[in-house]
């Protein structure tokens, strides 16, 4: 089971710190990934951390902004977002999967969180 928090509302230049706390003993047997959707489109990949945390993949619409990370001994995985813009809002999901490809793929994922709100305003 997957929970989501930290979502809000915050102004265009801002930061927000998206947790997703995880249960069970196989957090580190998982690759992670965060995607967000806006009603009406598709869910859209963010950004995705291998098992060990040592190796990250980003959209490019968040490159240099955003930033994944996860805690093994937490069994937490974190989205670090900084200069939101408008363009950002949406509902943010965390996700595991336990295979290893096509991390951008959202039909690859085993386990989803429910979404987190996060809304930029200009």
């Known amino acids: 089971q997957l929970q989501a928090s930290g979502g809000g509302l915050v102004q265009a230049g801002g930061s927000l710190r998206l947790s997703c706390a995880a249960s069970?003993?196989?957090?580190?047997?998982?690759?992670m990934g965060w995607f967000r959707q806006i009603p009406g489109k598709e869910r859209e990949f963010v950004a995705a951390?291998?098992?060990?945390?040592?190796?990250?993949l980003y959209a490019d619409s968040v490159k240099g902004r955003f930033t994944i990370s996860r805690d093994n001994a937490k069994n937490t995985v974190y989205l670090q977002m900084n200069s939101l813009k408008p363009e950002d809002t949406a509902v943010y999901s965390c996700?595991?999967?336990?295979?290893?490809?096509?991390?951008?793929?959202?039909?690859?994922?085993?386990?989803w969180g429910q979404g987190t709100q996060v809304t930029v305003s200009s």
């Open positions: 951390i291998n098992r060990s945390g040592g190796n990250t």
């Open positions: 069970g003993r196989t957090f580190s047997s998982f690759l």
């Open positions: 996700a595991a999967q336990s295979g290893g490809s096509r991390y951008y793929d959202y039909t690859k994922y085993n386990y």
